[in-house]
């Protein structure tokens, strides 16, 4: 499987930006898709996942009721739209598929294929 992620840029504390993660190649609808951030001298960390029903999906609390995660099967693609973006979302943005139980809630190490990720500049 290959992901490749876009839609980063630089935005304002406030604003809204939605990535989009294209995947090719495997059986993409089996497939638990993340969200990652990975901060300036930080750790990639959990944002939102969306199984392969779509019809499981988990925000990390920092996100809850402001970023919404999801899919389109027939086009192979997984969206990431973000309002309310604050100024801690700065970092790198990437998707990942992985597979297996307890995939949803599992850190980053557990996921198998990654893209190369999207930038996102939160000024103030």
């Known amino acids: 499987v290959q992901l490749v992620e876009s839609g980063g840029g630089l935005v304002r504390t406030g604003g809204s930006l939605r990535l989009s993660c294209a995947a090719s190649g495997g059986t993409f609808t089996t497939f638990t898709i993340g969200w990652f951030r990975q901060g300036p001298g930080k750790e990639r960390e959990f944002v939102a996942t969306?199984?392969?029903?779509?019809?499981?999906?988990f925000y990390s609390d920092s996100v809850k009721g402001r970023f919404s995660i999801t899919r389109d099967n027939g086009k192979n693609m997984v969206y990431l739209q973000m309002n309310n973006i604050r100024c801690n979302g700065t970092g790198v943005y990437y998707c990942?598929?992985?597979?297996?139980?307890?995939?949803?809630?599992?850190?980053?190490?557990?996921?198998?294929?990654w893209g190369q990720g999207t930038l996102d500049l939160v000024s103030t």
């Open positions: 990942g598929a992985g597979s297996g139980m307890g995939i949803m809630i599992a850190p980053y190490g557990r996921y198998r294929y």
């Open positions: 969306i199984d392969w029903q779509d019809r499981t999906i």
